[in-house]
């Protein structure tokens, strides 16, 4: 359930800088990250029991289990079952907003070349990147030259 809030916040957080910048790198990574969590609530949809969710095959397991409580079993199978639909109404919700945003992608002339494009410009530019490009060809003209980068 965390991950499932945590991508929540990350989609918000990237939600509002695609619709105000139009930029393909920032709707690149929103659908990228709204797909993850598309398919984390298609899973706690279905409630499969590897992944210790409660939905609707959780819920039908339940119900048809001869063991404990049979009264138990009934009553917390059906709650289980319930929140198996209310995940699939949230992945339907989700698949909804997912083909609305991406008709917004398509009116905006953003493509995924475009998104690499702006990657690597806002890359190259931050200092961060720079240094840790430096260090690391640094690194290999030092290990050549001493024999190291031999394969």
Known sequence: ??????????????????HRSDSSMNFFIFFAIFSVQ???T???????????TAGIINGLTLL???EGNRA?????????IAIGV????LALVDFI??????????????SFAKAQQEFAVTSLKNPVVQQ???DAAGRAAQDAWAGRGQF
């Not at 907003?97 to 953003?110: E, F, K, V």
């Open 72 to 80: 138990t079993n009934i009553g917390v199978g059906i709650f289980m």
């Open 132 to 134: 840790v490009a430096v």
């Open 42 to 52: 298609i899973v706690q949809c279905l409630g499969i029991n590897a992944c210790g």
């Open 38 to 40: 598309c398919g984390v």
């Open 86 to 89: 209310l995940f699939a109404t």
């Open 64 to 66: 048809a289990s001869q």
């Open 1 to 18: 359930m965390s991950i499932f809030i945590s991508i929540s916040k990350l989609n918000r957080a990237f939600c509002y800088p695609v």
């Open 97 to 110: 907003m997912l083909i609305r945003i991406h008709r917004i992608y398509r009116t905006t002339g953003a």
